[in-house]
C-alpha cells in the first residue's frame, strides 16, 4: 500500500497567488482530514470528510480556504489569495473503515512558503 | 473543544537516559492516542489505550492511561538518538468525530 499521497510537498508562492494541495487517501478508507501545523499553534484540524462528505469545517480559518472531496480517492485543499501568515505545513490524513477508535495514517505533509 | 496539555514542550537528554512525558486534560477520554512525528514526516501512530488504568509496553516505551481516563503517559527507557521526534497525544476521535491532539513534547536525544 503506498499510504497517503500529498502533492507537492514543497510549494512557495508570493502572496495573493492560489495555491492548491492535493491528496490521495489510503484506498478504502472512508474519513480524511486535512490538517496544518506551525510551531506556534502546533497540529490544528481543519476540515475532515465521511464518505466525500464534509463533516466538519470549523477550523477553516477564512473564507480564503476551500477544501472539496469529488470522489473518494483524492481531496484537495485551495487557498485564494494566500497571505505569509498560511506558512505552516498541510498534512492529509486518512482513516479505514469502521476504525472506531480513529487510528488516523498521515500522509509526508506539504510544506508551504507564501512570501 | 477538550484541551490535551503535554509536558515538557521540549526535552534534551543524552543517550540511555530515562524519560517520562506527560498528556493532561480536565475532560474523560474514550480512548487515546499517541502518535510519534520524526522531521519531514506525518505522525505515525505509536499505541491506542482505552481502560483506565492501562499499560501498554512497545519495546522500550511505556505507556499508561490514567485511572480516570483524563492522563496519560509516556516512559522511554534507555532513549536511543533514532527517539528523536515530536511526540503528541490525541484523543476524542470517536465514531465520526475527529481527533484533538495536544501541542506536543519535542524530544532530543544526543548520541
Known amino acids: 500500500d503506498a499510504g497517503v499521497i500529498q502533492s507537492p510537498r514543497h510549494e512557495v508562492t508570493e502572496m495573493g497567488q492560489e495555491v492548491t494541495l492535493r491528496c490521495k487517501p489510503i484506498s478504502g478508507h472512508n474519513s480524511l482530514f486535512w490538517y496544518r501545523q506551525t510551531m506556534m499553534r502546533g497540529l490544528e484540524l481543519l476540515i475532515y470528510f465521511n464518505n466525500n462528505v464534509p463533516i466538519d469545517d470549523s477550523g477553516m480559518p477564512e473564507d480564503r480556504f476551500s477544501a472539496k472531496m469529488p470522489n473518494a480517492s483524492f481531496s484537495t485543499l485551495k487557498i485564494q489569495p494566500s497571505e505569509p501568515r498560511d506558512s505552516a505545513v498541510y498534512f492529509c490524513?486518512?482513516?479505514?473503515?469502521?476504525?472506531?477508535?480513529?487510528?488516523?495514517?498521515f500522509g509526508p505533509g506539504t510544506r508551504l512558503t507564501v512570501l | 473543544t477538550q484541551l490535551l496539555e503535554q509536558s515538557p514542550q521540549f526535552l534534551s537528554i543524552q543517550e540511555g537516559e530515562n524519560l517520562t512525558v506527560y498528556c493532561n486534560s480536565s475532560s474523560v477520554f474514550s480512548s487515546l492516542q499517541w502518535y510519534r512525528q520524526e522531521p519531514g514526516e506525518g505522525p505515525v501512530l505509536l499505541v491506542t489505550v482505552v481502560t483506565g488504568g492501562e499499560v501498554k509496553k512497545l519495546k522500550r516505551l511505556t505507556f499508561q492511561f490514567g485511572d480516570a481516563r483524563k492522563d496519560s503517559s509516556l516512559h522511554i527507557t534507555a532513549a536511543q538518538p533514532g527517539d528523536t521526534g515530536l511526540y503528541l497525544c490525541a484523543a476524542g476521535g470517536t465514531g465520526r468525530r475527529a481527533l484533538t491532539f495536544g501541542s506536543g513534547t519535542r524530544l532530543q536525544v544526543q548520541p
Open positions: 490524513a486518512s482513516r479505514a473503515t469502521g476504525g472506531f477508535y480513529n487510528e488516523q495514517f
